[in-house]
């Protein structure tokens, strides 16, 4: 009704945005399944290394995907820690939302993706807490605010106020500065160690490369590789 032009609603916009989103725009690298080592993490350590020279930012963040104790999903993105021949390494706060998820259920899901390069990589298995050292030294070689972040706490608590998380968050800093050796307890490292992981390839002609390494448990050296149709 009246002279105004219908407003977009907010749907309307965003089905703008997305009609103009185009993925694999630049020409893909190739990436030959046949020539990939024996297990995975060797591949990762390439696909990564090639990312940063891409100019991907923050390669080293990731999806990390979760069940809560009713067995529905959750997922945030967090930081890559390391990853070795135990598996991939992320850190939290047990108490966190994630922490107490994986204590009810240690299992997860990472995905990362390298859209610099086209490319994907998905990581499943079950999860296991670090030695209290190791989430130790995690934290030790940390910054100063990633300390003051730990130490702040109650991560996923409600908050009242914004006031309320700067009078924490600036005791939090002048602890992490005065004692930057502090131990936080609830400072985690978890490993999920592998049981699978995929590394995607895009193609702009839609015929993306998947190659799936698989393992019966962590503890076996046994991969098995298989592609997947895309
Ligand atoms: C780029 C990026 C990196 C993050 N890295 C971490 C991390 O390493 N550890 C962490 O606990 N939260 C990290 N966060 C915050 C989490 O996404 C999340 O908000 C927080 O951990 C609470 O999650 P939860 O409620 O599932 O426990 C990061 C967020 C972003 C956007």
């Given at each position: 009704?009246?002279?105004?032009?219908?407003?977009?609603?907010p749907?309307?916009?965003?089905d703008?945005?997305?009609r103009?989103?185009?993925p694999?725009?630049?020409?893909?690298?190739?990436?030959?399944p046949?020539?990939t080592?024996?297990?995975?993490l060797?591949?990762f350590?390439?696909?990564?290394?090639?990312a940063?020279?891409a100019?991907?930012?923050?390669?080293?963040?990731l999806?990390?995907?979760?069940?809560?104790a009713?067995?529905a999903p959750?997922?945030r993105t967090?930081t890559l820690r390391g990853?070795?021949?135990?598996?991939?390494?992320v850190?939290?706060?047990?108490?966190?939302?994630?922490?107490r998820?994986?204590?009810a259920?240690p299992?997860?899901?990472?995905g990362?993706?390298w859209?610099a390069r086209?490319r994907q990589i998905r990581?499943?298995?079950?999860v296991?807490?670090?030695?209290?050292e190791?989430s130790?030294?995690d934290l030790?070689?940390?910054?100063?605010?990633?300390?003051?972040?730990a130490?702040t706490g109650?991560q996923?608590?409600?908050?009242?106020?914004?006031?309320?998380?700067a009078?924490?968050s600036a005791?939090?800093?002048?602890?992490a500065r005065?004692?930057?050796?502090?131990?936080?307890p609830q400072?985690?490292v978890?490993?999920?160690?592998a049981?699978?992981?995929e590394f995607?390839q895009?193609d702009?002609?839609?015929r993306?490369v998947r190659?799936?390494?698989?393992r019966?448990?962590?503890?076996s050296?046994?991969?098995?590789?298989?592609?997947l149709?895309?």
């Amino acid at each position: 009704m009246g002279d105004h032009p219908p407003m977009d609603t907010p749907a309307d916009i965003l089905d703008t945005l997305l009609r103009g989103q185009r993925p694999w725009q630049s020409e893909p690298p190739v990436f030959d399944p046949a020539d990939t080592p024996a297990e995975p993490l060797p591949l990762f350590v390439a696909w990564f290394a090639e990312a940063v020279e891409a100019g991907q930012p923050e390669p080293h963040t990731l999806a990390l995907a979760t069940v809560d104790a009713d067995d529905a999903p959750d997922v945030r993105t967090v930081t890559l820690r390391g990853a070795d021949a135990r598996g991939w390494r992320v850190a939290t706060r047990a108490d966190s939302r994630k922490g107490r998820q994986l204590a009810a259920s240690p299992r997860a899901a990472l995905g990362f993706h390298w859209p610099a390069r086209s490319r994907q990589i998905r990581v499943r298995g079950p999860v296991l807490p670090a030695s209290p050292e190791e989430s130790r030294a995690d934290l030790r070689a940390r910054s100063t605010g990633a300390l003051a972040a730990a130490l702040t706490g109650r991560q996923s608590a409600p908050l009242g106020s914004l006031d309320e998380l700067a009078r924490a968050s600036a005791e939090a800093w002048r602890t992490a500065r005065a004692e930057p050796e502090r131990d936080v307890p609830q400072w985690t490292v978890y490993v999920v160690a592998a049981t699978e992981v995929e590394f995607w390839q895009g193609d702009p002609g839609r015929r993306h490369v998947r190659l799936v390494y698989r393992r019966p448990s962590p503890r076996s050296p046994e991969w098995t590789r298989q592609l997947l149709w895309p």
